[in-house]
């Protein structure tokens, strides 16, 4: 049995679940999200909680169930609490500005700016050399914040660029002057 799988999920107060066919939507304080799951696999409400559970042992059944477990699980925290990835921006020169809590504007050492809009739900927030990415999806927050670290990753020799607040970057050793 999935370790994962079998874990019931709380649902917090201020939250609503409703499960139709194979969609689950989850209402909370700060939003609403839909969801659809594979077949085969069911999800019930009991009393405060949800449990998921497969027909079989069969390998998609197994392969399913700890993740529409961890699906749901996530949509229900991203409803009642939300989620946030913070960026670090290291470089002399490099800042990041906020215009309109829906565009991002990023001056990274190129001979450009970069604007950035926001897709829908995601919201940015920029203090200093940190940015701010939040939403209640986390696969949309996950991905945004992979998206603004591509514009200029981490150099290994002097480690600018953008970065995950507390990633270690591995630095190398520049050339030696003559020996």
Same mark, same amino acid.
């Given at each position: 049995?999935?370790? #994962?799988?079998?874990k019931s999920i709380p649902i917090p107060n201020g939250v609503s679940?409703?499960?139709?066919?194979? /969609? /689950?939507?989850?209402?909370?304080? =700060?939003?609403e999200l839909v969801q659809s799951f594979p077949e085969g696999i069911t999800a =019930? #409400?009991?009393?405060?909680?949800?449990? /998921?559970?497969?027909?079989s042992d069969e =390998? =998609?059944?197994?392969?399913?169930? !700890?993740l529409t477990r961890a699906l749901i699980n996530n949509m229900v925290v991203g409803v009642s609490e939300g989620y946030e990835i913070s960026l670090q921006i290291v470089g002399v020169g490099f800042q990041g500005e906020v215009k309109n809590n829906k565009r991002l504007l990023l001056s990274l050492g190129f001979s450009h700016?970069?604007?950035?809009?926001a897709p829908e739900g995601i919201t940015f927030n /920029?203090?200093?050399?940190i940015i701010k990415v939040s939403g209640i999806d986390k696969q949309m927050v996950g991905e945004v914040a992979?998206?603004?670290?591509?514009?200029?990753?981490?150099?290994?020799?002097? !480690?600018?660029g953008i970065r995950y607040v507390g990633e270690q970057i591995q630095r190398k050793t520049g050339k030696t002057a003559g020996k």
């Open positions: 049995m999935s370790r #994962v799988g079998k679940v409703d499960i139709k066919d194979n /969609v /689950v939507t989850v209402k909370g304080p =700060k939003g =019930k #409400v009991e009393q405060n909680e949800i449990q /998921v559970e497969r027909p =390998k =998609k059944y197994r392969a399913y169930h !700890g700016q970069i604007l950035m809009d /920029v203090a200093r050399d992979a998206q603004i670290r591509k514009l200029r990753k981490p150099e290994p020799y002097k !480690g600018k």
